[in-house]
């Protein structure tokens, strides 16, 4: 059972961190906030990306959080 709670947390964590990536990119006119060049493109996109990562994980934490919390209830009410 450990397997599979690993398989599925791995599994959100990469999707919400993708979700996040994705809506980063398309959702703001970065080249309103700052001087696009070849270089800061570049820049632009790591930087996303390490945003991405962190809002993503942390959201995919709190999900996995309160699905554990209400396995927990479910089965202390059973």
Same mark, same amino acid.
């Given at each position: 059972?450990?397997?599979?709670? %690993?398989? #599925? +947390? #791995? /599994?959100?964590? $990469? =999707?919400?961190? +993708?979700? /996040?990536?994705?809506?980063? #990119?398309? $959702? /703001?006119?970065? @080249?309103?906030?700052?001087?696009? =060049?070849?270089?800061?493109? %570049?820049?632009?996109? $790591?930087?996303?990306? *390490?945003? %991405?990562? +962190? #809002?993503?994980?942390? !959201? @995919? @934490?709190?999900?996995?959080? !309160? $699905? =554990? ?7 202390? *009410?059973?």
């Amino acid at each position: 059972m450990d397997y599979l709670e %690993s398989l #599925v +947390a #791995v /599994f959100s964590h $990469l =999707t919400c961190i +993708a979700i /996040f990536y994705h809506l980063l #990119v398309n $959702l /703001f006119d970065w @080249s309103k906030l700052i001087k696009v =060049t070849p270089e800061n493109i %570049s820049r632009l996109k $790591l930087c996303l990306l *390490f945003i %991405s990562i +962190a #809002v993503g994980y942390l !959201v @995919s @934490s709190f999900i996995l959080s !309160v $699905l =554990t919390l209400s396995q927990e209830l479910f089965f202390a *009410f059973k």
